[in-house]
C-alpha cells in the first residue's frame, strides 16, 4: 500500500510499502455491512496506517471479524435510521477521544453511512474520508 499524499517520484512503486501520514495519527472507523469483499476492503484500511484506535462498526454479519488493535462493535443496521444513528453514537461515544477520526465507508448501504456520518458529527468530531484503491492509501 503506497499512500499517494507522500508518494516521491524518484522512489520506485512498491505495493508492499506503506508510506505513513506523517503526524497525522488518527482514530479510524470502519463500517463493516453485509457485501461481497467488504472483508478484504476493510482489512486492508486497518493495516494502511498506523492508526491510533481502529473500531469496527458493524452488524452480526461482521460481529467474528478479527484485526490487530481493532474494536469490534456490533449495531443493528435494521433499525429506522435516527435510531440506528442514536445507537452508534451512544456505541462511539466513550471509543472516539481525538479531534478528528478517519472513515472507512466503502462497505454498506446509503443509510448506514448516512447513520454513521451523523453519530460522528453528533459526538463534534472532524471526519476525513479514506479508502484503498489499486492498493494505495487516499484520502479522499
Not at 477521544?97 to 477520526?101: I, N, Q, R
Given at each position: 500500500l503506497v499512500n499517494k499524499k507522500e508518494r516521491k517520484t524518484s522512489e520506485p512503486d512498491?505495493?508492499?510499502k506503506v508510506h505513513k501520514i506523517k503526524s497525522r495519527m488518527t482514530e479510524l472507523i470502519a463500517l463493516l455491512s453485509t457485501g461481497k469483499g467488504t472483508w478484504?476492503?476493510?482489512a486492508q484500511i486497518?493495516?494502511?496506517q498506523p492508526w491510533e484506535?481502529?473500531?469496527?462498526?458493524?452488524n452480526e454479519f461482521g460481529k467474528d471479524f478479527k484485526a490487530d488493535n481493532a474494536q469490534v462493535v456490533v449495531a443493528d443496521f435494521s433499525?429506522?435510521?435516527t435510531e440506528l444513528k442514536d445507537n452508534i453514537h451512544a456505541l462511539l461515544k466513550d471509543k472516539i477521544?481525538?479531534?478528528?477520526?478517519a472513515v472507512h465507508?466503502?462497505?454498506?448501504?446509503?443509510?448506514?453511512?448516512?447513520?454513521?456520518?451523523?453519530?460522528?458529527?453528533k459526538l463534534g468530531t472532524g471526519v476525513r474520508l479514506v479508502a484503498v484503491e489499486n492498493?494505495?492509501?487516499?484520502?479522499?
Open positions: 512498491t505495493l508492499n478484504s476492503e476493510v486497518v493495516k494502511a484506535k481502529i473500531v469496527i462498526l458493524t433499525k429506522p435510521i477521544t481525538g479531534l478528528e477520526v465507508m466503502i462497505s454498506g448501504t446509503g443509510k448506514e453511512h448516512a447513520a454513521l456520518l451523523a453519530a460522528i458529527l492498493k494505495e492509501f487516499i484520502e479522499l
